[in-house]
């Protein structure tokens, strides 16, 4: 080690780089040192726990350490109770999962109750809903900003202005325009929402300690659900026209109709699914390669583990643009061919 | 936990998501996507109008070069033929002048040739009749003194011829 330090010495950024790599080894040495620790005294390393726990969901934000030096923000808990109403207490009372909270207790992030007869809704503010909140108010701040300085300056943008001006006119001319013919100015605004509300979120989940808010099933879940709802809610004539009466013979109505419902169905689901897998995938592979250290115990493997990482970690940062376009692109279709005017061609259509 | 757990939808997560994306959704609409999306139609407008503007204006300025082009054209060709006109009606003016002021002259050498032709007739015809008298006198004189001595008509012819100034 001090031969090589002394072979690259004179080069100074050499040297800052092999400080920094010196560094990761030094931490990837203290963390195996650890894993292997616990190893020994409780339990193997766990890749797959490893994983779930990042991608998961938790009822409060860790921040760093294990076990019982876990250094983490503790969240509130609410539940709905059959018997007790509306339960509200901070997820600290859990003592990381050691201790039980009146009948309340929590196992793998799952909140059960010891009362056989009691039935519980859970409703925390998990680390997802607190990252969504957070992400809600960086957005806020960010275009009300904004806005202010629109209605200050008439003229040419200047500063945030200037950074965010050509993503709105991107949604604006490049998704809504080309995919939505009649009257798209109507729903830009939603467009422009889901867009940065998705990409944001995507955002915030690549941060070391972020949550992975995109990549969980209910966030885009509901994501989903938004878009069907728009969309069949501005359907027009032509649209319900083509799934209620499709130019087939009328006996045929009875399979067409399941066939169309499964189309309105599956168009948002695959939304749905494309989203969660594409985020969700993208932080396993990421946790995946961190983990090779752990799992061979040889801090070498950072040589590998760290560039692949941070290249996958770029990688993400492309993909969590390219996902909110995406979603945002194919429900601005939906919502384009729903409210499609068939005037000009209706006897070419079908 | 598990893979069920990773794709099964959390009620608390959808409750929260649906709650959360509906007021981000409003408030943003309200206060940040109708201002900035209206003032960059509002810009965008402006720009397109300033540009038309300026296109009618270089339209127009090139009708207002060409008016004055015509204009200067016509103003030239108005200048040469009141110039042209000028021309004639001075020539005319000169030529008259001339020929008057030429008859004029004749008129004047012809008046002047008639007296002196006159006033000459009128001297000679003086200048006979002064002749005629004199004449005559001489001859009184000479007869009424002639009768007595040579000499002293010689002195007498003398003394008349004194007398008389011939002028």
Redesign the interface.
């Known amino acids: 080690m001090i031969s090589l330090y002394n072979a690259v010495k004179g080069n100074k950024l050499v040297i800052r780089l092999f400080v920094l790599l010196l560094s990761v080894f030094s931490f990837s040495l203290k963390a195996s040192g650890v894993a292997t620790e616990h190893a020994t005294q409780e339990e193997k390393f766990d890749p797959t726990?490893v994983i779930?726990?990042h991608?998961?969901?938790s009822h409060d934000w860790h921040l760093w350490g294990e076990h019982e030096h876990a250094v983490s923000i503790p969240l509130p808990i609410?539940l709905y109770s059959n018997k007790n109403g509306l339960v509200m207490f901070l997820s600290s009372n859990f003592h990381h999962g050691h201790q039980d909270f009146g009948p309340y207790f929590i196992e793998?992030?799952?909140i059960g109750t010891r009362d056989s007869s009691e039935v519980i809704?859970?409703?925390?503010?998990?680390k997802?809903?607190a990252s969504?909140?957070l992400s809600?108010i960086i957005?806020?701040s960010i275009?009300?900003t904004?806005?202010g300085k629109?209605?200050a300056n008439?003229?040419a943008p200047k500063g945030i202005q200037s950074f965010f001006?050509p993503l709105?006119?991107f949604v604006?001319d490049e998704i809504a325009k080309p995919n939505i013919s009649h009257n798209h100015?109507k729903f830009?605004?939603?467009l422009?929402?889901i867009f940065f509300?998705i990409w944001v979120n995507n955002l915030l989940g690549l941060l070391p300690i972020g949550a992975n808010l995109t990549g969980?099933?209910?966030?885009t879940?509901?994501?989903a659900v938004?878009t069907l709802i728009i969309t069949n809610i501005n359907g027009n004539k032509y649209y319900w026209k083509h799934i209620f009466m499709p130019p087939v013979p009328v006996w045929l109505y009875p399979i067409m109709w399941p066939v169309e419902l499964v189309g309105i169905i599956s168009k948002p689901f695959a939304l749905m699914v494309r989203l969660f897998a594409n985020i969700?995938a993208g932080h396993i592979v990421v946790i995946s390669l961190i983990s090779l250290i752990f799992i061979f115990k040889n801090m070498f493997m950072g040589f590998a583990a760290v560039p692949l990482a941070l290249f996958i970690d770029i990688l993400e940062l492309l993909v969590a643009f390219l996902q909110a376009f995406v979603f945002t692109m194919l429900t601005a279709l939906f919502i384009g061919t729903a409210t499609e005017e068939h005037e000009h061609h209706e006897e070419h259509s079908h | 936990m598990g893979a069920n757990s990773l794709i099964t939808p959390a009620i608390g997560l959808v409750f929260w998501s649906t709650i959360a994306f509906t007021l981000l959704l409003f408030i943003l609409v309200k206060f940040a996507w109708k201002p900035i999306l209206g003032a960059i139609k509002e810009r965008e407008k402006s720009i397109e109008d300033a540009l038309n503007a300026a296109e009618s204006a270089k339209a127009q300025l090139g009708n207002l070069k060409a008016e004055n082009e015509k204009l200067l054209d016509e103003t030239r060709k108005e200048r040469e033929r009141i110039l042209k006109e000028a021309q004639v009606v001075a020539n005319n003016v000169i030529n008259e002048a001339r020929e008057k002021a030429n008859a004029e002259a004749q008129n004047i050498v012809e008046s002047a040739k008639a007296t002196i032709n006159s006033e000459k007739q009128a001297a000679i015809t003086q200048i006979k009749n002064t002749i005629g008298t004199l004449s005559v006198e001489i001859a009184e004189s000479i007869v009424r003194k002639n009768l007595n001595a040579d000499e002293a008509q010689q002195n007498l012819v003398k003394e008349y011829l004194k007398d008389v100034k011939l002028n």
């Open positions: 726990k779930f726990e991608i998961g969901d609410i793998n992030e799952h809704y859970d409703f925390s503010i998990t997802n809903v969504m909140f809600i957005i806020l275009f009300i904004i806005a629109y209605k008439k003229g001006e709105i006119c604006r100015e830009v605004p939603f422009l929402t509300f969980n099933i209910a966030f879940f509901v994501m938004i969700t």
